[in-house]
């Protein structure tokens, strides 16, 4: 057993998953798809924030750069729904450390930020009116969380949340929360941690200022079937395709599991296994020489249109166009209400 094996089953025993990944416990996944759906398509963009046309090569122009594209699928397909993972003070220049000597230096690259970033507040939301009000404009949009900064000192730069106490996740929690309400963003109560890392400290923090889902996972490898399980990027052993309680039931975990890169029959595979076709963006495609596969571009916009059209000549009615916050709320009311039932006592 490797060192990485070992980690698996220390994280999952911390974050109450099933032992096996093997085995997945599908008792965990609530009933979720309404009557007379067959599967459902989600789509989450993570990164998302104002910004500024010299910070990166493109999307400095709100009307061409990744809302436009989102203003176009949205326009082309009337039922699609669209989450977009906000950083509430995004200070990230690279993604990658460029102070080279820094992070060579044992003892003093694990205290300071490995990378040149943004002053606190340039881009804080509420600083930016035009670019809230333009996510307030679109229609069927709803807004997550994405991290307070999304950079952190030491390495894993932009792993905000890592190997930080209950404590710090809360102020970090609170701090993102304090500036959409500043800015006067409504958002649902979930998240996606940036560099997809979650800890039992994490989790517990999310609960306590009212979160209710996390997409933590993304797998756009692993083989589609009914038990199949996480095995990539973020947290492992959850659920590939369906929405899943995690952390005692307290949490609902969303899996990533299509990108760019993903043919279309693998989103036919989740929908004909009843699941959750969770597609997944970011909205920088060139960021400090590094080119996200994912990064919402024109061929990826041109990529999903016709993956969204083929899907609804297939499956037209029957497939559940929605989002991550719509999913959340169904679960965890049902939950809510079978939990109230089930603790009744008969009179
Ligand atoms: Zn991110």
Same mark, same amino acid.
């Given at each position: 057993?490797?060192?990485?094996?070992?980690a698996g089953?220390?994280?999952?025993?911390?974050?109450?998953?099933?032992s096996?990944p093997?085995?997945?416990?599908?008792?965990?996944?609530?009933?979720?798809?309404?009557k007379?759906?067959?599967?459902?398509?989600c789509f989450?963009?993570?990164d998302?924030?104002?910004r500024?046309?010299?910070?990166?090569?493109? @999307?400095?122009?709100? @009307? $061409?750069?990744?809302?436009?594209?989102?203003?176009w699928?949205l326009?082309r397909?009337e039922?699609l729904?669209?989450?977009?993972?906000t950083t509430?003070?995004?200070?990230?220049i690279?993604?990658?450390?460029?102070? =080279?000597l820094?992070?060579?230096t044992?003892?003093?690259?694990?205290r300071?930020h490995?990378?040149? #970033?943004?002053?606190?507040?340039?881009?804080?939301?509420? $600083?930016?009116? /035009?670019?809230?009000?333009?996510?307030?404009?679109?229609?069927?949009?709803e807004i997550?969380?994405?991290g307070?900064?999304?950079?952190r000192?030491?390495?894993?730069?932009?792993?905000?949340?890592?190997?930080?106490?209950?404590?710090a +996740?809360?102020? #970090?929690l609170?701090?993102s929360?304090? #500036?959409?309400?500043?800015?006067g963003l409504?958002?649902? +109560?979930?998240?996606?941690?940036?560099?997809?890392?979650?800890?039992? @400290?994490?989790?517990?923090?999310?609960?306590?200022?009212?979160?209710k889902?996390?997409?933590?996972?993304r797998d756009?490898?692993?083989? #589609?079937?009914?038990?199949?399980?996480?095995?990539?990027?973020?947290?492992?052993g959850? %659920?590939?395709?369906?929405?899943?309680?995690?952390?005692? =039931?307290?949490?609902? /975990?969303?899996?990533?599991?299509?990108q760019?890169? %993903?043919?279309?029959?693998?989103?036919i595979?989740?929908?004909?296994?009843?699941?959750?076709?969770?597609?997944?963006?970011?909205?920088?495609?060139?960021?400090?020489?590094?080119?996200?596969?994912?990064?919402?571009?024109?061929?990826?916009?041109n990529y999903?249109?016709?993956?969204?059209a083929?899907?609804?000549?297939?499956?037209? @009615?029957?497939?559940?166009?929605?989002s991550?916050?719509?999913?959340?709320? $169904? +679960?965890?009311?049902?939950?809510?209400?079978?939990?109230?039932?089930?603790?009744?006592k008969?009179s």
């Amino acid at each position: 057993m490797n060192d990485e094996d070992v980690a698996g089953i220390d994280q999952k025993r911390k974050l109450f998953l099933p032992s096996s990944p093997d085995t997945l416990d599908l008792s965990s996944v609530p009933d979720w798809l309404p009557k007379g759906k067959r599967g459902a398509v989600c789509f989450g963009i993570d990164d998302v924030h104002p910004r500024t046309p010299e910070l990166y090569e493109e @999307n400095g122009d709100l @009307n $061409r750069g990744v809302l436009g594209h989102v203003r176009w699928l949205l326009q082309r397909h009337e039922q699609l729904r669209i989450t977009l993972f906000t950083t509430a003070d995004w200070r990230q220049i690279s993604h990658i450390p460029t102070r =080279r000597l820094l992070s060579r230096t044992p003892w003093l690259r694990d205290r300071f930020h490995l990378s040149e #970033i943004l002053p606190a507040g340039t881009m804080r939301l509420g $600083r930016h009116p /035009h670019f809230v009000q333009r996510l307030q404009e679109l229609p069927r949009l709803e807004i997550g969380l994405h991290g307070l900064n999304h950079v952190r000192r030491g390495r894993g730069l932009p792993v905000e949340f890592a190997g930080l106490d209950k404590d710090a +996740c809360k102020r #970090i929690l609170r701090e993102s929360i304090a #500036i959409f309400e500043e800015a006067g963003l409504e958002y649902v +109560c979930g998240m996606t941690p940036p560099g997809w890392d979650i800890s039992e @400290n994490l989790m517990s923090a999310m609960i306590d200022v009212g979160l209710k889902f996390v997409a933590s996972a993304r797998d756009i490898r692993t083989d #589609i079937s009914p038990p199949a399980s996480t095995n990539m990027s973020g947290l492992k052993g959850v %659920s590939l395709i369906y929405p899943q309680f995690i952390y005692d =039931r307290r949490l609902l /975990h969303i899996t990533s599991n299509f990108q760019a890169t %993903s043919p279309i029959d693998r989103a036919i595979e989740i929908i004909e296994n009843g699941g959750l076709l969770a597609i997944k963006a970011h909205s920088l495609k060139n960021s400090s020489s590094h080119i996200a596969l994912d990064g919402l571009d024109e061929l990826y916009r041109n990529y999903l249109d016709l993956l969204f059209a083929r899907l609804d000549n297939i499956y037209g @009615n029957t497939l559940w166009w929605t989002s991550m916050g719509e999913i959340s709320d $169904r +679960c965890v009311n049902r939950s809510a209400s079978f939990s109230t039932h089930a603790t009744e006592k008969p009179s």
